[in-house]
């Protein structure tokens, strides 16, 4: 080829390379550097350098942002009905769907670590277009759904710190602004917004775990719960609130993005080792971190409302009164305890749901938008909505718990279309290269979800019907 023809080339095809790079999930700029900290001249090695706790605290980030959708008022909501319905009993499984939540989200991570590239880009390359269309259309749906449980919390904690002055649609006023939160946020980099979750996660935990330890449930009962698998025909419901709400489809999304954030060379295997060593270390824990989150709400209910004429009758929106009537003030009001905690869960819920529908959309549609914008499209399709829904449901505590019923089903729904798509990716050679999963895994991970989302689908329909 002669030279001159080269560099015509060479320059036509630079504009294509800044655009792909403006694309991704995150500028090289904005990363998290962690290479060459204890470790110089071991970068041609083909398996992992030794342990470093210097180098597993700047990889630990992604997987507590991520542990989120494990928080918000969703769960918190079948956490209480759980405990309040069904006592302990439920509490296993509370464990094991965090155990297959954990598993996918690992997935997640692998594939972007692997491939440098994000589940919903992923798709885009490598399916047709009906079927990444499809795909992109359920993502949004499953997304907007998980959006409209958030926002709801967020303004029902708002209406309980403001002692019922700010009615339900001008929390959700409030709550939407929350993007231009993140927006500021994010110009300050990527570990100042893991520190504000961080920030937020320890409130919650704080919160909840005064409400554990103001109410003082059994532990005897606890382990029992914990150990002992149990479901009857009258917990059905109180099931589907703790299984259905763990594995979030936007989820599976936004983790194989937020992996990106750190700058890792994945053209080398030991340097992808490395990283998915500390990833699955910090994923774990985040989700210890949820897990107990998760169990101090049920065994608060449990231990205060199994069993009484009320148990039937919380919801998120009750649920901080019935805790100020069964247990007073004490030093600090327990209705502002349960308020600040669900506060905490609806914002950062909200902010992390934003960030999904930013790599969502922009993964899917590889639009040319700045991130402020697309951050706006993706809160309005949301917001819209959920002031409806403020509006129209304000006055009706018990179609609240209805439609939150209602949106469960979306998400069992929508578990498919992102746990399909990323079992398919994360098995090819040609994707993956050597961290492919094997064919045997592959099966029996197709087995557990179909069985998984069968399940969900028919504690649900059971529920409503």
């Known amino acids: 080829m002669p030279p001159q023809q080269h560099e015509q080339e060479q320059d036509h095809l630079l504009p294509l390379l800044a655009d792909d790079r403006e694309e991704r999930a995150y500028d090289p700029t904005e990363k998290v550097v962690v290479i060459g900290l204890d470790d110089g001249d071991l970068d041609n090695l083909s398996t992992a350098p ?27 909501e079948g956490d209480l009905q759980s405990g309040a319905i069904a006592g302990y009993s439920l509490l296993w499984l509370l464990l094991w769907a965090t155990a297959v939540g954990l598993l996918v989200q690992l997935l997640s991570a692998r594939l972007g670590v692997a491939t440098g590239r ?50 339900l649609w001008s929390g959700v006023v409030i709550t939407a602004l929350d993007c231009f939160i993140f927006l500021f946020l994010e ?54 609130g703790v299984v259905g709400c763990i594995i979030m489809p936007h989820n599976v999304f936004l983790h194989s993005a937020l992996v990106q954030s750190r700058d890792i060379d994945n053209n ?31 065994t608060v209910f449990a231990k205060g409302f199994y069993g009484t004429e009320q148990a039937n009758n919380i919801g998120l929106v009750n649920a901080g009164q019935y805790l100020q009537e069964k247990y007073g003030g004490g030093l600090f009001p327990i209705l502002y305890i349960w308020g600040i905690g669900l506060l905490a869960a609806g914002q950062s819920s909200t902010i992390t749901g934003t960030y999904a529908g930013q790599f969502i959309m922009g993964g899917f549609l590889n639009l040319r938008l700045k991130k402020w914008l697309r951050a706006l499209i993706t809160r309005s399709c949301a917001i819209v909505p959920t002031i409806i829904v403020a509006l129209v449901f304000d006055t009706s505590e018990d179609m609240l718990d209805v439609l939150n019923e209602w949106l469960n089903v979306l998400q069992s729904v929508q578990i498919p279309f992102a746990l399909i798509p990323l079992l398919y990716l994360v098995s090819q050679e040609h ?6 999963i ?11 979800f179909v069985e998984l989302n069968g399940y969900i689908s028919m504690l649900t329909w059971n529920s409503i019907g």
């Open 268 to 298: 080398k295997k030991g340097r992808v080792q490395e990283a998915l060593r500390y990833y699955s270390i910090e994923s774990t824990l985040a989700l210890v971190v949820s897990f107990m989150i998760n169990l101090f709400v049920t």
């Open 50 to 76: 030794p342990f470093s706790w210097k180098k597993l605290w700047l990889f630990t980030g992604p997987g507590f942002l991520m542990s989120i959708a494990f928080l918000d008022p969703g769960n918190l």
């Open 187 to 240: 110009n300050y980099g990527v570990r100042k917004l893991e520190a504000v979750f961080a920030v937020l996660i320890a409130t919650m935990a704080l919160s909840f775990a005064w409400m554990f330890g103001e109410t003082k449930p059994s532990g005897s009962e606890l382990l029992i719960g914990i150990l002992v698998p149990k479901l009857s025909s009258k917990t059905i419901q109180q099931a589907v």
């Open 118 to 167: 994000h589940l919903a880009e992923l798709c885009r390359e490598e399916y047709p277009s009906w079927a990444r269309m499809v795909l992109w259309v359920m993502a949004e749906l499953a997304l907007i759904g998980s959006d409209i449980q958030e926002v709801i919390g967020s303004a029902i904690a708002i209406k309980i710190l403001s002692n019922g002055i700010l009615p």
């Open 431 to 436: 994707i993956m290269g050597t961290f492919k």
């Open 438 to 448: 094997g064919p045997v895994l592959k099966v029996c991970l197709i087995i557990a």
